[in-house]
Protein backbone atom coordinates (compact mmCIF):
# COMPACT_ATOMS: atom_id res chain seq x y z
CA UNK A 1 0.00 0.00 0.00
CA UNK A 2 1.33 3.50 -0.94
CA UNK A 3 1.94 6.05 1.94
CA UNK A 4 -0.49 8.74 2.40
CA UNK A 5 0.44 12.42 1.35
CA UNK A 6 1.74 14.64 4.21
CA UNK A 7 -0.28 17.89 4.45
CA UNK A 8 0.84 20.51 7.22
CA UNK A 9 -1.85 22.59 8.63
CA UNK A 10 -0.67 25.32 10.08
CA UNK A 11 -3.32 27.03 12.31
CA UNK A 12 -3.41 31.08 12.57
CA UNK A 13 -7.23 31.50 14.14
CA UNK A 14 -10.50 32.83 12.38
CA UNK A 15 -13.95 31.82 12.06
CA UNK A 16 -13.21 28.25 11.39
CA UNK A 17 -11.49 28.22 14.80
CA UNK A 18 -14.82 30.06 16.69
CA UNK A 19 -17.60 29.11 19.15
CA UNK A 20 -20.48 30.46 19.45
CA UNK A 21 -23.08 30.58 22.15
CA UNK A 22 -25.84 28.59 20.29
CA UNK A 23 -25.98 26.22 17.09
CA UNK A 24 -27.92 28.79 15.41
CA UNK A 25 -25.50 31.88 16.77
CA UNK A 26 -23.11 32.40 13.29
CA UNK A 27 -22.89 36.10 13.42
CA UNK A 28 -22.11 36.93 17.41
CA UNK A 29 -19.63 34.50 18.59
CA UNK A 30 -15.63 34.20 19.19
CA UNK A 31 -12.97 33.75 16.70
CA UNK A 32 -9.52 32.05 17.30
CA UNK A 33 -10.72 30.05 20.38
CA UNK A 34 -10.52 26.50 19.16
CA UNK A 35 -7.29 24.92 18.72
CA UNK A 36 -6.10 23.63 15.21
CA UNK A 37 -5.44 20.01 16.74
CA UNK A 38 -9.07 19.88 17.47
CA UNK A 39 -10.16 21.10 13.73
CA UNK A 40 -8.51 18.33 12.37
CA UNK A 41 -9.72 15.84 15.08
CA UNK A 42 -13.07 17.01 14.29
CA UNK A 43 -13.10 15.88 10.47
CA UNK A 44 -12.01 11.82 10.82
CA UNK A 45 -12.14 11.55 7.27
CA UNK A 46 -8.50 13.58 6.98
CA UNK A 47 -6.77 10.87 7.91
CA UNK A 48 -8.34 8.62 4.95
CA UNK A 49 -6.70 11.34 2.71
CA UNK A 50 -3.48 12.72 4.03
CA UNK A 51 -1.10 12.12 7.14
CA UNK A 52 -1.46 14.97 8.73
CA UNK A 53 0.33 17.31 11.27
CA UNK A 54 -0.98 20.48 12.81
CA UNK A 55 1.05 23.43 14.46
CA UNK A 56 -1.02 26.13 15.91
CA UNK A 57 1.09 29.41 14.49
CA UNK A 58 -1.06 31.93 16.86
CA UNK A 59 -5.02 32.34 17.56
CA UNK A 60 -5.85 35.70 15.59
CA UNK A 61 -8.91 37.00 13.80
CA UNK A 62 -7.70 37.85 10.91
CA UNK A 63 -9.23 41.64 10.85
CA UNK A 64 -6.43 41.96 13.86
CA UNK A 65 -2.97 40.84 11.76
CA UNK A 66 0.05 42.57 11.63
CA UNK A 67 2.32 42.27 8.54
CA UNK A 68 4.73 40.35 11.35
CA UNK A 69 2.13 37.39 11.44
CA UNK A 70 2.44 37.39 7.35
CA UNK A 71 6.53 37.10 7.86
CA UNK A 72 5.78 34.02 10.21
CA UNK A 73 3.05 32.07 7.92
CA UNK A 74 5.11 32.60 4.97
CA UNK A 75 8.68 31.48 7.30
CA UNK A 76 6.36 28.24 8.65
CA UNK A 77 5.05 27.26 5.00
CA UNK A 78 8.65 27.79 3.54
CA UNK A 79 10.33 25.43 6.41
CA UNK A 80 7.38 22.81 6.13
CA UNK A 81 7.43 22.31 2.46
CA UNK A 82 11.55 22.63 1.85
CA UNK A 83 10.88 19.14 3.94
CA UNK A 84 11.10 15.73 1.51
CA UNK A 85 8.38 14.09 3.52
CA UNK A 86 5.73 17.26 3.48
CA UNK A 87 3.49 17.17 -0.11
CA UNK A 88 1.44 20.75 1.08
CA UNK A 89 0.92 23.13 3.02
CA UNK A 90 -2.57 24.02 4.45
CA UNK A 91 -3.54 27.52 6.24
CA UNK A 92 -6.63 27.56 7.98
CA UNK A 93 -7.37 31.54 8.83
CA UNK A 94 -9.86 34.20 9.32
CA UNK A 95 -11.82 35.36 6.46
CA UNK A 96 -11.54 38.83 6.63
CA UNK A 97 -8.08 39.21 5.45
CA UNK A 98 -7.33 35.83 3.99
CA UNK A 99 -6.70 37.17 0.14
CA UNK A 100 -4.66 39.29 1.43
CA UNK A 101 -2.54 36.43 3.30
CA UNK A 102 -3.07 34.09 0.63
CA UNK A 103 -2.03 36.69 -1.83
CA UNK A 104 1.58 37.65 0.10
CA UNK A 105 1.99 33.75 0.49
CA UNK A 106 1.65 33.53 -3.57
CA UNK A 107 4.74 36.24 -3.64
CA UNK A 108 6.97 34.78 -0.96
CA UNK A 109 6.45 31.48 -1.02
CA UNK A 110 9.27 29.74 -3.12
CA UNK A 111 8.04 26.66 -3.47
CA UNK A 112 6.29 24.90 -6.12
CA UNK A 113 4.40 22.40 -3.78
CA UNK A 114 0.21 23.36 -2.66
CA UNK A 115 -0.15 25.98 -0.44
CA UNK A 116 -3.78 25.81 -0.05
CA UNK A 117 -5.98 28.72 2.47
CA UNK A 118 -8.64 27.92 3.76
CA UNK A 119 -11.44 29.34 6.07
CA UNK A 120 -14.75 29.46 7.28
CA UNK A 121 -18.24 31.69 7.55
CA UNK A 122 -19.70 29.75 9.84
CA UNK A 123 -18.27 29.13 13.59
CA UNK A 124 -17.15 25.26 14.14
CA UNK A 125 -19.92 25.10 16.70
CA UNK A 126 -22.89 25.83 14.20
CA UNK A 127 -25.52 24.43 12.28
CA UNK A 128 -24.39 23.61 8.64
CA UNK A 129 -20.73 24.71 10.20
CA UNK A 130 -18.57 25.29 6.40
CA UNK A 131 -15.46 24.75 8.10
CA UNK A 132 -14.92 20.83 8.03
CA UNK A 133 -15.83 21.04 4.37
CA UNK A 134 -13.70 23.39 3.28
CA UNK A 135 -10.95 22.00 5.43
CA UNK A 136 -11.52 18.77 4.17
CA UNK A 137 -10.84 20.30 0.73
CA UNK A 138 -7.84 22.27 1.36
CA UNK A 139 -6.07 18.97 2.71
CA UNK A 140 -7.52 17.33 -0.82
CA UNK A 141 -6.06 20.13 -3.02
CA UNK A 142 -2.59 19.97 -0.90
CA UNK A 143 -2.38 16.39 -0.88
CA UNK A 144 -2.89 16.40 -4.89
CA UNK A 145 -0.16 16.31 -6.92
CA UNK A 146 -2.49 18.67 -9.65
CA UNK A 147 -1.90 21.49 -7.24
CA UNK A 148 1.30 21.60 -7.92
CA UNK A 149 2.74 24.53 -9.76
CA UNK A 150 -0.47 26.29 -9.16
CA UNK A 151 0.78 29.06 -6.85
CA UNK A 152 -1.52 29.62 -3.57
CA UNK A 153 -4.66 28.42 -3.87
CA UNK A 154 -7.83 29.18 -1.89
CA UNK A 155 -10.21 26.47 -1.16
CA UNK A 156 -13.64 27.68 0.03
CA UNK A 157 -17.42 26.93 -0.31
CA UNK A 158 -15.66 24.18 -3.32
CA UNK A 159 -14.47 26.20 -5.35
CA UNK A 160 -11.03 26.48 -6.14
CA UNK A 161 -9.35 30.39 -6.16
CA UNK A 162 -6.16 31.79 -7.28
CA UNK A 163 -4.68 33.73 -4.73
CA UNK A 164 -4.17 36.43 -6.71
CA UNK A 165 -7.89 37.02 -8.30
CA UNK A 166 -9.90 35.91 -5.57
CA UNK A 167 -11.68 38.39 -2.81
CA UNK A 168 -14.37 38.29 -0.15
CA UNK A 169 -17.33 39.91 -1.47
CA UNK A 170 -20.24 39.38 0.93
CA UNK A 171 -20.25 40.34 4.86
CA UNK A 172 -22.07 36.55 5.97
CA UNK A 173 -22.88 34.34 2.65
CA UNK A 174 -20.66 31.15 2.37
CA UNK A 175 -20.71 32.01 -1.10
CA UNK A 176 -18.78 34.86 -0.35
CA UNK A 177 -15.29 34.39 -2.02
CA UNK A 178 -15.11 35.16 -5.82
CA UNK A 179 -12.52 35.41 -8.63
CA UNK A 180 -14.47 38.33 -10.30
CA UNK A 181 -12.88 38.59 -13.55
CA UNK A 182 -11.18 35.64 -14.59
CA UNK A 183 -12.80 33.14 -12.40
CA UNK A 184 -12.23 30.24 -10.67
CA UNK A 185 -8.95 27.75 -11.42
CA UNK A 186 -11.58 24.64 -10.45
CA UNK A 187 -13.92 23.04 -8.14
CA UNK A 188 -13.82 20.18 -5.95
CA UNK A 189 -16.33 17.43 -6.67
CA UNK A 190 -16.68 15.43 -3.97
CA UNK A 191 -13.57 16.43 -1.83
CA UNK A 192 -11.45 15.45 -5.06
CA UNK A 193 -9.72 18.48 -7.37
CA UNK A 194 -11.12 19.29 -10.70
CA UNK A 195 -9.38 22.16 -12.40
CA UNK A 196 -9.98 24.12 -15.75
CA UNK A 197 -7.25 26.92 -15.84
CA UNK A 198 -3.49 27.83 -14.71
CA UNK A 199 -2.35 31.24 -13.53
CA UNK A 200 0.01 32.77 -15.95
CA UNK A 201 1.18 35.96 -14.03
CA UNK A 202 4.48 34.79 -11.57
CA UNK A 203 4.07 33.71 -8.53
CA UNK A 204 5.93 31.01 -5.59
CA UNK A 205 8.95 29.52 -6.90
CA UNK A 206 8.71 31.85 -9.83
CA UNK A 207 8.77 35.23 -8.14
CA UNK A 208 11.44 37.36 -6.97
CA UNK A 209 10.48 37.93 -3.30
CA UNK A 210 11.87 36.36 -0.34
CA UNK A 211 10.86 36.44 3.20
CA UNK A 212 14.31 35.89 4.69
CA UNK A 213 16.09 38.27 6.35
CA UNK A 214 12.84 40.76 6.11
CA UNK A 215 12.01 41.45 10.01
CA UNK A 216 9.90 43.95 8.87
CA UNK A 217 7.85 45.52 5.50
CA UNK A 218 7.87 48.96 4.28
CA UNK A 219 4.48 50.70 5.34
CA UNK A 220 2.43 51.60 2.60
CA UNK A 221 -1.05 53.53 3.01
CA UNK A 222 -4.35 53.08 0.68
CA UNK A 223 -6.50 56.16 0.75
CA UNK A 224 -9.96 56.04 -1.04
CA UNK A 225 -11.25 58.29 -3.42
CA UNK A 226 -14.59 59.91 -3.43
CA UNK A 227 -17.06 63.07 -4.30
CA UNK A 228 -14.78 65.64 -2.52
CA UNK A 229 -11.96 64.36 -1.41
CA UNK A 230 -9.28 66.38 -0.20
CA UNK A 231 -5.64 65.48 0.20
CA UNK A 232 -5.24 65.36 3.87
CA UNK A 233 -5.47 61.45 4.33
CA UNK A 234 -2.36 61.32 1.52
CA UNK A 235 -0.45 64.62 3.54
CA UNK A 236 -0.69 62.52 6.79
CA UNK A 237 -0.34 59.42 5.77
CA UNK A 238 3.28 60.70 4.04
CA UNK A 239 3.93 62.82 7.21
CA UNK A 240 3.32 59.81 9.10
CA UNK A 241 6.08 57.96 7.77
CA UNK A 242 4.17 55.92 4.66
CA UNK A 243 6.74 55.24 2.13
CA UNK A 244 4.41 54.65 -0.40
CA UNK A 245 0.71 55.40 -1.18
CA UNK A 246 -2.00 52.93 -2.97
CA UNK A 247 -4.86 55.30 -4.03
CA UNK A 248 -7.55 53.37 -4.69
CA UNK A 249 -9.20 55.97 -7.26
CA UNK A 250 -12.81 56.45 -8.63
CA UNK A 251 -13.70 54.88 -11.68
CA UNK A 252 -10.24 53.90 -14.06
CA UNK A 253 -7.96 55.25 -10.84
CA UNK A 254 -8.93 58.56 -10.77
CA UNK A 255 -8.99 61.11 -8.30
CA UNK A 256 -9.97 64.91 -7.47
CA UNK A 257 -7.91 68.26 -8.02
CA UNK A 258 -6.92 68.15 -4.11
CA UNK A 259 -6.01 64.50 -4.02
CA UNK A 260 -4.08 64.87 -6.97
CA UNK A 261 -1.94 67.71 -5.80
CA UNK A 262 -1.60 65.81 -2.31
CA UNK A 263 -0.20 62.75 -4.57
CA UNK A 264 2.12 64.85 -6.56
CA UNK A 265 3.51 66.25 -3.17
CA UNK A 266 4.26 62.87 -2.09
CA UNK A 267 5.82 62.01 -4.95
CA UNK A 268 8.04 64.87 -4.58
CA UNK A 269 8.94 64.16 -1.03
CA UNK A 270 9.89 60.24 -2.41
CA UNK A 271 6.67 58.42 -1.54
CA UNK A 272 6.08 55.84 -4.46
CA UNK A 273 2.17 56.37 -5.47
CA UNK A 274 0.60 53.48 -6.78
CA UNK A 275 -3.02 54.11 -8.76
CA UNK A 276 -5.35 51.67 -8.26
CA UNK A 277 -9.29 52.02 -8.19
CA UNK A 278 -11.95 51.70 -5.54
CA UNK A 279 -14.00 49.52 -7.97
CA UNK A 280 -13.92 45.73 -8.13
CA UNK A 281 -12.95 44.33 -11.48
CA UNK A 282 -11.15 45.85 -14.18
CA UNK A 283 -7.32 47.44 -14.82
CA UNK A 284 -5.72 50.98 -14.00
CA UNK A 285 -3.97 51.61 -17.24
CA UNK A 286 -1.48 53.90 -17.45
CA UNK A 287 -1.29 57.81 -19.16
CA UNK A 288 -5.03 57.70 -19.48
CA UNK A 289 -6.54 61.22 -20.94
CA UNK A 290 -6.86 62.47 -17.32
CA UNK A 291 -3.57 61.35 -16.16
CA UNK A 292 -0.17 61.75 -17.09
CA UNK A 293 2.02 58.46 -15.17
CA UNK A 294 5.08 59.57 -17.30
CA UNK A 295 4.85 62.68 -16.13
CA UNK A 296 3.40 62.50 -12.81
CA UNK A 297 6.23 59.68 -11.99
CA UNK A 298 3.33 57.43 -11.05
CA UNK A 299 2.83 53.48 -10.68
CA UNK A 300 -0.27 51.83 -11.84
CA UNK A 301 -1.78 48.62 -10.21
CA UNK A 302 -3.15 46.89 -13.29
CA UNK A 303 -6.41 45.22 -12.23
CA UNK A 304 -5.36 44.04 -8.39
CA UNK A 305 -7.10 45.37 -5.90
CA UNK A 306 -5.95 48.31 -3.50
CA UNK A 307 -5.12 45.75 -0.97
CA UNK A 308 -3.68 43.40 -2.92
CA UNK A 309 -1.70 46.14 -5.32
CA UNK A 310 -0.28 47.38 -1.09
CA UNK A 311 0.94 44.38 -0.88
CA UNK A 312 3.07 43.86 -3.92
CA UNK A 313 4.01 47.48 -3.32
CA UNK A 314 5.70 46.68 0.20
CA UNK A 315 7.70 43.71 -1.74
CA UNK A 316 8.47 45.75 -4.22
CA UNK A 317 9.99 48.57 -2.51
CA UNK A 318 11.72 45.52 -0.65
CA UNK A 319 14.14 45.39 -3.63
CA UNK A 320 13.92 48.97 -5.32
CA UNK A 321 12.64 52.51 -5.19
CA UNK A 322 13.13 52.85 -9.00
CA UNK A 323 9.29 53.54 -10.06
CA UNK A 324 10.08 52.09 -13.53
CA UNK A 325 11.18 48.80 -11.90
CA UNK A 326 8.07 49.17 -9.69
CA UNK A 327 5.72 49.18 -12.64
CA UNK A 328 7.00 46.36 -14.01
CA UNK A 329 6.37 44.04 -10.76
CA UNK A 330 2.65 45.56 -11.68
CA UNK A 331 2.81 44.26 -15.15
CA UNK A 332 4.22 40.62 -13.99
CA UNK A 333 2.83 39.35 -10.75
C1 LIG B 1 -11.67 36.78 10.90
O1 LIG B 1 -11.41 37.19 9.77
O2 LIG B 1 -10.81 36.37 11.67
C2 LIG B 1 -13.08 36.77 11.40
C3 LIG B 1 -14.07 36.54 10.33
C4 LIG B 1 -13.96 35.19 9.67
O3 LIG B 1 -13.05 34.40 9.86
O4 LIG B 1 -14.89 34.92 8.87
Known sequence: MQNKPK????????????????????????????????????????????EL???????????????SHWLKIA?????ALARSDVSGVVITHGTDTLEETAYFLHLTVRSEKPVVVTGAMRPATALSAD?????????????????????????????????????????????????TEYGNLGQMENGVPRFYRVPLRRHTAFAEFAVAGLDDLPRVEIVTGYVGATGAPIAAAVADGASGIVYAGTGAGNFTTAAREALVAARRSGA????????????VTRNTGHVDDDALDFVVADDLSPQKA???????LTRTRDTRELQRMFRTY
Open 7 to 50: VVILGTGGTIAGAGSSATNVTGYRPSVIGVEELVTAVPKLGEIA
Open 75 to 79: RAATE
Open 131 to 179: GPMNLYNAVSLAASAESAGKGVLVAMNDRIACARDVTKTHTSGLETFRS
Open 310 to 316: RILLMLG
Open 53 to 67: EAQQLFQVASYLLET
Open 272 to 283: VVVRASRIAAGA
